[in-house]
């Protein structure tokens, strides 16, 4: 028996102290969520409210808050009215039976005036306020003077403040009121809420006034208590307001707690400069409050029993669960809580805007893997597949009948099928009359011979009809899921983007702070939104320098030194005023710059020239330069290249692949006409951070590279856009340098000199002879000789387009920062 309850303790003691704990966790939670659904959701919070605020007064005589307290629940939580209606009863029995009577004709007046006013008047709660002034003022002169026989002046006055103070204080309540509802579960408290909630809580305390323990009055501890949770909650401005209300509602009601007001307000103040230190220091700043106040006004005589009061208030605050606190904390502005419940609802918000995002990318991948053409190996199987159905129709139409079928198809069948596969071969060749020997071996071997090649013929004009509209279905499905692909993959890298957290760099913005301080640079405060390498964004707020330029000159070098890059500045807000404060945004530079020049002419000397050019600075740190030449001149041509630079301009900005941008303007120009309109495409772009090249170019002509006194062509055969469905082009590529220049040309330029024989050699000789680097110099040059060697006479439309790479060295150059200070990563 010893041994079985000895293994019973053992079991016991086995037991994880943390299944106790999580057990005791639930419990807890549980009968919170049990409280606060029957206090919050049920209603019985309103009943200790009512029953406070039933027994609360103003200078010993005036009951201004019981009828505002109930039409403002009456109005917001009419369900809720009669628990309003019982506890304001039950309070003002507490004071006096003429109490109770005045409270409880004011509620009934209430009821039977406000259903009349509303069936008269649409919005009757716009003057529900008017309404409690009349009722108040009528129901206290009625029993002050028929009741008491009180017929004074001093008895009017106060019955017309009374009633001033029910009409303010329900416009008071019905602020808080909802607040105590908790109908929101994300409510953000205005200034005047917070104001509306304070005067609520300090006029419950006044209905506390009166009750003692041992000596100690509770509506001081419960007052020092309120003022040292919202210290601790919102910080010393909230804190201090609580105190400055709190003790002004407590003193109108009884004139010895007017010394309370400075206590309050100076352990407000108090406790939340001390803050940080949790609460503890929010306790210590109540009571340094004390002793200081209770010192200088009272002295050593009634100093203890202050004490004790404030020492109740901080041991019931040191008791408040945090979780109410940090609930509080969630619907005050300016608290921490309240910036990670905002940053925690813009994070779900994006994460949910991101997903749908990437749903949609999902959807267009899906549509573009469903609209991929078939691997090659089952288009060859299909292609096999086509050539059996071919000849199965030629043989029903002529060897169904003959008398050698089971001869040629069953005996000899490889040979037959190899005769007929090589002769459709040639029909689709348009050869099979000039193949004699095919012919008369053929004639050997068929009696037919004559009837089956012309069925093959006939046939084959329908066989190539459908295979050319397979092969164009076959061509615009490829084309729909490229497109779908690049519309899949922008969207998917901007869901990517989306979520990107970003990052914090405390470290570092403490350390560029202090290093431009101690180079002798004022800054107001840096914010680092981005360390990533050729992406740098940092903010800063800098005084008003009178315009002589210290971010250009001074503070982006010492950057550029810091963070061992190029730093520039990228826009800057002046201060609106001397004394104030300039915002500057630094950020990153590219590696080159891109220095453009534009020569152009319209053929005859006319206005409208069918050439068109663009360039284009990407989001994605590239440069694009093009140029597009419509078919013939004039004003349809003008259009046709016009509206080609303008569809790869909004493709390419999306983010989109060149190719694949390409090909989606293709589609577009060959289907949104049936005119024979085409456009020629020179488009290149240039990498900002290396300079390494890409050119695409469609029908266009050559552009050339000088590089010193080395001249290259940059060439590629592909047809204009829109002849064709399918645009398969070359994309070349060219590693350019700081100091060349890229020059493009339409065919009016490259094929204008008259008695030219070798356009390239002449074009690179005219290159090779220049003596300026200057892109528009450049460019009205070759322009110039041209027209020059053209006889004066501009026979197409022209343009040239010179583009100059160099490395991008800003204005001020870096100053060495010899101090201490690690490099940011």
């Not at 628990?83 to 004071?95: D, H, P, R, W």
């Not at 209905?207 to 001081?220: F, N, P, R, V």
């Not at 020049?597 to 093009?626: H, M, P, Q």
Request: hydrophobic share 45%.
């Amino acid at each position: 028996m010893e041994r079985a309850e000895r293994g019973t303790v053992r079991r016991i003691s086995e037991v994880p102290m943390s299944e106790t704990q999580a057990t005791v966790s639930r419990w807890m939670r549980h009968v919170k969520l049990r409280l606060g659904h029957l206090f919050v959701h049920q209603g019985f919070l309103l009943l200790l409210v009512g029953f406070l605020l039933g027994r609360a007064l103003i200078l010993s005589k005036l009951t201004p808050f019981a009828l505002p307290f109930f039409v403002s629940v009456y109005m917001l939580r009419r369900d809720k009215a009669a628990f309003a209606f019982v506890s304001l009863l039950a309070g003002a029995l507490t004071l006096s039976f003429d109490a109770a009577l005045f409270v409880g004709l004011s509620m009934f007046a209430f009821l039977l005036i406000y259903g009349w006013v509303r069936k008269v008047i649409s919005e009757s709660l716009k003057i529900v306020p008017f309404v409690v002034f009349v009722l108040s003022l009528s129901a206290k002169w009625l029993i002050s003077y028929y009741w008491l026989g009180e017929r004074t002046a001093y008895d009017v006055a106060m019955a017309v403040v009374e009633a001033g103070l029910s009409l303010v204080l329900t416009l008071i309540f019905m602020q808080s009121i909802p607040l105590l509802a908790a109908r929101k579960h994300r409510h953000t408290l205005r200034a005047e809420e917070i104001i509306s909630l304070i005067i609520l809580l300090a006029s419950m305390l006044t209905g506390m006034i009166g009750w003692t323990l041992s000596g100690l009055a509770l509506e001081h501890v419960a007052s020092r208590y309120l003022v040292l949770v919202f210290a601790f909650v919102a910080g010393a401005a909230t804190g201090s307001t609580v105190g400055v209300v709190t003790g002004l509602v407590l003193s109108l009601a009884n004139v010895g707690n007017l010394s309370e007001m400075s206590l309050l307000a100076f352990a407000g103040l108090l406790g939340g400069l001390l803050k940080e230190g949790k609460k503890p220091g929010v306790a210590l700043g109540l009571l340094i409050a004390t002793l200081l106040l209770g010192l200088y006004g009272s002295g050593k005589a009634e100093i203890m029993p202050t004490l004790l009061e404030s020492l109740i208030a901080a041991a019931l605050f040191f008791v408040t669960p945090r979780s109410l606190t940090e609930k509080m904390a969630k619907h005050i502005p300016g608290t921490a809580e309240y910036v990670n419940e905002q940053q925690q609802y813009v994070r779900k918000i994006r994460d949910m805007t991101a997903q749908r995002v990437y749903q949609f990318s999902n959807v267009f991948q899906a549509l573009a893997e469903s609209f991929s053409p078939e691997p090659l190996r089952e288009a060859a199987e299909y292609e096999e597949r086509e050539v059996d159905y071919f000849l199965s129709d030629i043989t029903e139409k002529t060897c169904q009948t003959c008398f050698k079928k089971v001869q040629c198809w069953a005996d000899n069948f490889p040979t037959t099928y190899t005769y007929m596969k090589q002769m459709m071969r040639e029909a689709d060749e348009q050869t099979i009359g000039q193949n004699q020997s095919l012919m008369r071996e053929w004639e050997r071997y068929c009696v037919k011979a004559g009837k089956v090649v012309d069925a093959i013929e006939k046939e084959m004009v329908t066989y190539q009809a459908n295979r050319r509209l397979k092969r164009q279905i076959h061509e615009s499905r490829k084309l729909v899921a490229e497109q779908l692909l690049g519309v899949s993959q922008v969207m998917d890298d901007f869901a990517k983007e989306m979520q990107k957290e970003q990052e914090n760099h405390y470290l570092q913005e403490e350390q560029i702070y202090h290093a431009l301080q101690e180079f002798g640079v004022e800054v107001g405060h840096v914010d680092i939104y981005s360390l990533e390498k050729g992406n740098i964004d940092i903010e800063m707020s800098i005084p008003y320098c009178e315009g002589r330029g210290e971010c250009e000159k001074l503070i982006a070098p010492m950057l550029s030194d810091i963070l061992g890059e190029t730093i520039v500045v990228k826009r800057e807000e002046c201060a609106a005023y001397p004394n104030g404060y300039c915002r500057v945004a630094f950020g990153s530079t590219k590696a080159f710059v891109v220095e453009t020049g534009v020569a152009f002419a319209a053929k005859g000397g006319g206005f409208i020239s069918g050439d068109s050019y663009a360039t284009i600075e990407l989001a994605t740190g590239k440069y694009a330069v093009a140029i597009s030449d419509g078919m013939g001149n004039g004003q349809r041509a003008h259009y046709e290249s016009r509206e080609t630079l303008r569809l790869l301009q909004k493709i390419l900005q999306t983010g989109m692949d060149e190719s694949i941008a390409i090909k989606s303007i293709n589609s577009i120009l060959a289907l949104r006409t049936t005119e024979d309109m085409y456009a020629t495409l020179d488009l290149a772009i240039i990498d900002l951070q290396d300079a390494t090249t890409k050119f695409l170019k469609i029908g266009s002509t050559p552009s050339f590279i000088k590089r010193g006194n080395k001249v290259m062509k940059v060439e590629a055969s592909n047809l204009p856009m829109g002849i064709i469905k399918e645009v398969e082009f070359d994309v070349v590529t060219e590693q350019l340098k700081s100091g060349d220049l890229l020059i493009m040309m339409s065919d009016g330029v490259f094929e204008g000199p008259i008695n030219v024989e070798n356009h390239d050699l002449w074009m690179k000789r005219k290159i090779q002879e220049l003596k300026t680097n200057d892109p528009q110099e450049v460019a009205d040059v070759i322009m110039e000789e041209v027209i020059r060697q053209c006889g004066g006479e501009i026979e197409d439309d022209m343009t040239v387009v010179v583009a100059k790479v160099r490395h991008n060295t800003p204005k001020w150059a870096t100053i060495p920062a010899y101090m201490y200070m690690k490099k940011a990563q």
